[in-house]
């Protein structure tokens, strides 16, 4: 099931539903053609990946979380875990020392575009 977000109130919530389990969140827009060429893909995968929430944020109806998020391309998925933005250091788990490996930013999940093959792929390293 894909859950719509609205607004800032109903995005914290469903953050915080998901807990511990991987959150997908596809944001996009009504008149996108690549949208709409994935949307029925991304549905597919809520099914397929029952340990995994998926939600949708229309950006020009809510105008407020595209910006908040930094959306400047769609389609773009984010991923969060514990209501956080899934990075780099989270998901190595703290197993390489900053310092000695040289790591100095924090890369962000997320991708733009409709590959609907890269989306599955990140989502099963994540979950």
Known sequence: MVHIIKDMDEFKTFLKAAGCKLA???FSAKWCGA????CPLFHAMS???QN???AKVDVDESRELAQTYHIKAIPTF???KQAQKVTLFSRLKRAICC???GFVGKP???F???DAKKLEAKIQELM
């Open 99 to 101: 310092c000695r490996s």
């Open 52 to 54: 995994v929430m998926f």
């Open 112 to 114: 733009c575009g409709a």
């Open 24 to 26: 997908v969140v596809e």
């Open 108 to 110: 962000i999940f997320e």
């Open 78 to 80: 984010q991923m969060f």
């Open 35 to 38: 949208c709409k060429r994935i």
């Open 47 to 49: 099914l397929q990946y």
